[in-house]
């Protein structure tokens, strides 16, 4: 699988744009869909949206419509094993920045929206909550600490990078 990231609107969210077999799956995208309209040359199986702050979900109506395909979210996912396409992959709901987060780990990959940052974790001030954050943490850091991650905003890292920060936040500030 090929994974592409694209960096969108004033607030530089990461799209992620992942191609197997010329299909492709759209990972939050949050503005600038001719940008990403451009970048693709087969079939888009769907969007999916790691939770509904606006520089995630931007350009979901004008991909929906113009790919014909379907959003996928919290509302219309399971946690576990899924399946779009050829693209299976595991949603992990992770409240705490919002209470509608989640993350989508196909194989090593996971993309987790403001979840987790390199270095740092997404607030909790805009419609999620501390506990809901140290809960998710908690949850996360029992993964495969080589889970190469790919957060909303700024730089890729792996997830052993970040298991001391992690910890750090839920005993120091949550």
Known sequence: MEIKTLRV??????????KKDHKYLIIDPGDEAN??????????EGILVTHNHFDHIG???????????????????KEGKNKISIFNFEV????????????????????CGDFIFEDSIG????????KDMKDSIMKIIKYSPNINIYPG???KTILKNEIDTLLYFKEHYL
């Not at 609107?9 to 992942?18: H, M, S």
């Open 9 to 18: 609107g004033y607030l530089q969210t990461n799209c992620y744009i992942l």
């Open 35 to 44: 940008k990403i309209i451009n970048y693709i040359d087969g079939d888009v």
């Open 59 to 77: 350009a979901c109506d004008e991909l929906k419509e113009y790919f014909k395909c379907k959003v996928y979210h919290y509302s219309n996912l």
């Open 92 to 111: 992990i709901y992770n409240p705490g920045h919002t209470k509608d987060s989640i993350s989508f780990l196909f194989d090593n990959d996971l993309f």
């Open 123 to 130: 607030r909790t001030d805009a419609g999620g909550n501390n």
């Open 153 to 155: 905003h700024g730089n």
